[in-house]
């Protein structure tokens, strides 16, 4: 049993104070028996604070929480602060209307939930033994299991995702790459990179239209993200509109953290944890999200949902570099790691492999990666040695590869054979403006395409880029949100620290209490009143029977016309409370307005119904049952 | 993750760190029921292929054991996609039987399971080959053997073979433990692992298969172990004349059989005997393009108890077609490299037998049955006068610019030299180039067109250490055994042919008592560039890298 600190009954005082006078009165005098005037209020307060704050008492009301009662705490546990009728809504495809209307009010009543400023909270007097009885279970399913090692967007697939991208310089996603990750389905690789082209051009992480290109310094700071933070921004990615970036990245990282809590769930809590979410974090929930879930593979769909493992964060180990130029690894490389635009992938599983071939480290000095920065990064990171064939390799291919530069797509400065092509190739001459020097040309920039081609079937190496010093920028696009986004995506991991599996067995009403109740000379009133709260769980001790009527007639019903009348005018305007009515083939939860009659003094009910609060005018005649409901405590 | 050497991947790849203390303790589990693909320096990779788990459960080696072995060895938790796949293609080996019938014209096939019997009978191709017999079985025609067992595997049903392989004519064999030169012979002991894996207790399922061991490994020795085990009436085919004489006196110098005894069957003499050595050449040989092949014969019906195929990655397409009809005889196919251009592999391994044995090429050299050998690949540029006819040309113009390139010569003259003490063989494609550098040199030349008594007598001048330079064209890629030999020189090439690569390092693999060195001209700037580095993946795989040279011009 927690020690209750002085904050925690300050805590409850005050929110208690706050209650207005009917329902304060009404918990009051439930719980504290008899109130006779004159009385002190903060005294009363400081009673119930300390009836509340014994003991048994905490035992009583804990041991009383049912299933339903354990689905709505665990609710407003994972929510925050929540209005009712939000957890109304939440829980209406599970039960109906009427029900989660006394349920949340009874919850109320009980004193477990606390109203603060229409926001329900926990009693702070039991806070941290009601958490501790939060559950998942019962929210998300009768049968959740551990998450399943399945294949989703990591970085180390983005990796990949962009050393395909930088080779094939298109977004199309072709059948032969599904043997390069073998662990997903074709699908499901497909679906990832129809996403991920989209996703990262509106980025400018991939620039282009026909011949796409990698920003590279961008995708270094989104492999920098770890495969929790890639997931958080590719799914918030949709909901980033400037203001609510943020949320939206804290959205995905309760939704990540939850699910990988969770294991498996049907559909229907699924939804139930995205609007959740979508209500904790302030996200407007769209369809469209199970979707992106599926296809970033936070979720596979078998029977039910089932969530992928995400990886903790794996130092990537050292690469082994084999006598066949295949670079292996297992783990994570980090953001700026550059194997994969120095080769190509060919593999991504548990170990992952690329080959080093001539072509591939050519894109690399395409991409502006220097032969020294290659040759270090090989050096440091081999294991057990650096393979000299292979650096011997590379550098035989840097240095054909210097035979020629271009600057600006026209001039051309040459080493003596590729001079000794430009001159005598008769094919090419017609593509010369001029010789500008020995070894300098000046090309036509028109034809630009047909020289290179000639220079390439001649056995030249032709860069692919022009040089940077003379880099003409002809259209500059940015996204300004990038780097924000990137930003907001490295949040810490939500853990979602609830436990998972706690099934109530709620205690069961104390006998000896009812006994109490039937044996005592009350009035009749007085003994229906008691009969009523007892079984509303609110009677916890003999104490708190006496003789008196806290709530009235609370229910009327069949030939009882006068009865159902009565209540009905006594709800009237009063916001707080509620009629259940029982017509003949529906059960409506109103809010009386009005009672009028008509000419054959027939009683009228004029009743928004809620939570839609459409105004009905409804015969009192029809209604076989009325019973009224305390809806707001506050 | 733990200390363990295997990393299991999720296409049901291996890939096991050669450098753990443990790994040579995996290996030997891994080979019962997987396939090696590459065994380069650090980390070899195997596969589960659907043969490997059929080849395993014929072999009682179980599903069980198999995902237990694996789940020991791996270094991370093994994806349940792994273990399914084992245990359901294990589960079909033993659901379709093949046995003797009463009916002695027809061999029974029992199905187990309707639904793959529905499965058979909708299948054209199978369905014409199946009689019906009662609700669990087929009859089949005897000739049908083969191509019944190559159709279900394709299906993915394997046959369980029970009908135990038919003992040829005796022939009384035995090895020696000295050969007739005088030397002491002892089978090595992957040799008779080998060969025990092929033969195993000689039951039903076993006697049949193919054998990958490294060039110079001796594999006609493999060879002579089984036909000394089965002793029976042998048949060997090999890729040429040259190749069948040094069957022939290998059987002669290390077994007890006797000259007469070892017949040759080529296009020069026909001499069937009770161990008979031919060409594929010979036996694909007919007179006319539609007209039957007369030789084919010799393979149907010579009554042989054994058929070894050398070379076997060289099979022939007609020898395809009667190798279905010879699934009665014990057979074993040979070779280093199992790379089909043509990507018929899987056809060998139905028709002749799966992969029974393989081992890393760097393992025994690192035991030392193969030598030590060095890879260079050196660059060299093309003369000036060269480079726009190169530039101009067309691909295959282009190809042929880069391999004859001329200045090829100064180096062919400079690696000569660096070699004195060597024997050297100096390799190419181009007859003109080869012709050139023998003439330059004036040094003896092995083509196609050389008379077959002529390659013999340059082979044991050579041999016998006479000449120490011989200039070969693509007829000495293949089963043609140099001991002495330690330097190749490889001038030209058939574009990006990696057997050939393989098999021309191998000529110089025969363990000696110095290191071998294979070099590769290449012309620089060119597209002979790209088609060596294909040249060059399969030894790559094996654990061989290329230093590469560039020559000064």
Redesign the interface.
Known sequence: MATLTESRKNAFKTLLNRYSEENYFYLARNYLGLITTPFHKPALTTKLCNFFSLPEIEEKVLSLIDEMDQIILSLVNIAGPITGEDIISLLKDRYSYGKLVRRVSNLQERMILLNDGGLLIFNPLFDEQIRDLCSLKPLFGEDPSQVQ?GAYCSTEFLRAYLNIVDREQKLTYKEEFS?LF??YSSEQLKLLFALLGEVLSEQCVIVGDKRVEVDFEKAHTLLALNDRQLLCMLVAEPFTKEKDRSKAVNFANNLIGYLQKIGSCDNLSLQLLLKLLSLKTGIEYEASLLERLSTLGVLSLNDIWQANHIEEESERSTL???????V?Y?GSCSGDDILYRISDLT?L???TSYQV??QSFTRGLDGNLSWEKVQSYLEENSY?QM????L??LG?THE?YQQITIYDGIVLVTED?VT??LT????IQAHIVATVAPNTFLMKRSTEQAWRK?LV?????VPAKKAEAYLEVVEERENPNFELLVGESMVEAVTADIPGMKKMQPAPLDKSLRLAIEVSRFTKAEKADLEQRFKAKMILVKEQIVAQVVNGVVEAGGFDYQGKVGLCRNAVGKKNIALQLMLPEQELIVQALEVAYTADKEALLKAAVMPDMEVKIIPVSKIFLVRQLRYHLV | MNDKPLIVQSDRTMLLDVHHKDSEACRADLVKFCELVKSPEHVHTYTLSAISLWNAASSGVKSDYITERIQYWSRFPVGESVLFYVNDIASRFGKVILSESENPMYYLLTIKGARIKAEMSARKNIAKMLVPNDEQSFLIEKYNRGEIKLQLIKLGYPVDDRIPLEKGIPVPMNLREKTRGGYKFVVREYQKQAAQALLGDLGPGSGYGTIVLPCGSGKTVVGMQIMSQLQTKTLIVTTNIAAVHQWRDEILDKTDLKREQIGEYTGERKEPREVTVCTYQVLTYRPDKEGPFPHLELLTKGEWGLIIYDEVHMLPAPVFKVTAELQAVYRVGLTATLIREDGREDEVFSLVGPKRFDVPWNELQQQGYIAEAFCHEIRVDLPTEMEIPYAVGNKREKFRMASENPLKLDVVKDLVKRHPDDFILIIGQYISQLETIAAMFGLPIITGSTPNAKREELYRLFKEGEIHILVVSKVANFAIDLPDASVAIQVSGTFGSRSEEAQRLGRILRPKDRASFFYSIVTRYSNEEEFAANRQKFLAEQGYSYEIEVWPH
């Open positions: 090692n043997t073998p662990s082994v570099i084999d006598s066949d130029n295949t292996s297992s593999v599983d548990r170990q071939t001539a057990p393979s000299e064939s292979l011997k390799m035989i054909r054979r000794r092509l005598q190739l008769e094919s000639i079937q001649s056995g030249v190496l």
